[in-house]
């Protein structure tokens, strides 16, 4: 896992160098939490609504997570400039994935292999 972690985190830090927003997708049960935890200490991390939710039930049974900011996609979405993002599956196809400015790259895992995705 620690070869996984170092990809991930040298991918948003390649993003972060061409001015890119890095995205990430994952289920927002276990795969968000775990990408969250690579990306620790990075930069700040945007989640989405329904990956804050299940969060929350994470912290309420004493499972540390990174800090986070909760975004809710209805609203502006400038302010997510350059940053990093945690979104679910079902957001890749949705016309609000091009609203998000300098979006560079998808994300997705399965618990095998990662995958990366040129928008």
Known sequence: MAEQEKNIRDWVDHNRAKGKTSVFIG????????????LEGIGELN???????LNEAYESVGVTLPEYKTIDLRDDKKHL????????PSLVDNPVMKKIPNIFSLFSSNQKSLKFYKT
Do not use: N, P, T
């Not at 989640?47 to 939710?53: D, E, L, Q």
């Open 27 to 38: 289920d927002s049960l276990g795969k968000s939490q775990r990408i969250m935890k690579a």
């Open 47 to 53: 989640v989405h609504y329904s990956i804050a939710k």
């Open 81 to 88: 400039d350059g940053k990093i993002i945690l979104l679910l």
